[in-house]
């Protein structure tokens, strides 16, 4: 029966072997809640810089994820908003005007900065990742932020967003037997899940990829093997600085 109904079994066994291989790993790593609240005292948390990059998106698009950030549960004067906008948009620039001229009424409000790179004809820009690195290596001398979290322009993030995932790059001791809060020296990245909110009806599944952001991811970093899906990333600035930035030639950073 099983030749009849599969003409290959051993492919389905090996396919079967992986899913329970991979939710295995997913029940080992399932990670504890770690809420940068109940870790560190407000003013030793770490400096963030935010990175959007867009290139020709709707500001009507764009608008809606910055202002997620700019309203988020984290303090102001330890946070700040980077629009990379590889279009080099005239109507992007007056939209962090308005956005920071708002600071005037709302003085609890993290300052936006715009980037717009000169991109030389005949130059591989490399896309996305070319626009990340042109901030963060070109411009990157004046924000130096503990971490870069990395944000496409249309990923409207949780208000606890960075309380959520921060926490995870720390652990309880230095390792040699001290106490307090220290990065862990291994923890270079926290990649996060993505839902949808404005689905199509006909969109049983929900676009949610339940079973990627699942049990394949958390499986996969059970041995070390996360990897980034290119936004809702919480990077370490020194150790993305350390491997020269962002990657070239990934398929998540649009080459």
């Not at 009849?4 to 329970?20: C, E, G, M, T, V």
């Not at 990065?183 to 909110?197: E, G, I, R, S, W």
Request: proline share 5%; with cysteine; aromatic share 10%.
């Amino acid at each position: 029966n099983a030749e009849k109904d599969d003409p290959n079994p051993s492919s389905r066994f090996a396919k079967l072997a992986s899913l329970r291989w991979h939710i295995g790993q997913a029940v080992e790593q399932m990670k504890t809640s770690k809420h940068l609240k109940t870790m560190l005292k407000e003013e030793d948390f770490p400096m963030v810089d935010v990175f959007i990059p867009t290139y020709k998106e709707e500001l009507e698009v764009v608008e809606p994820t910055i202002s997620a950030v700019l309203g988020c549960d984290y303090p102001k004067s330890k946070l700040r908003v980077h629009v990379l906008d590889d279009g080099k948009r005239a109507e992007a620039l007056e939209m962090v005007g308005v956005l920071n001229a708002h600071r005037k009424f709302r003085k609890d409000q993290p300052e936006v900065f715009y980037h717009g790179r000169t991109k030389v004809k005949g130059v591989t820009h490399h896309a996305k990742a070319g626009n990340i690195n042109s901030a963060l290596l070109s411009d990157g001398n004046a924000y130096d932020g503990d971490f870069v979290l990395v944000l496409d322009c249309d990923m409207v993030i949780e208000p606890n967003f960075l309380l959520a995932t921060l926490g995870h790059f720390y652990q309880s001791g230095d390792g040699r037997g001290g106490g307090g809060w220290t990065l862990k020296p291994k923890a270079a990245f926290v990649q996060t899940p993505q839902d949808f909110y404005n689905l199509d009806a006909v969109d049983r599944l929900g676009h949610a990829a339940r079973f990627f952001y699942g049990p394949m991811l958390q499986g996969r970093d059970g041995v070390g093997g996360c990897p980034c899906v290119g936004t809702g990333v919480v990077f370490r600035r020194d150790i993305l600085m350390s491997m020269g930035g962002q990657a070239y030639g990934s398929i998540t950073e649009d080459y």
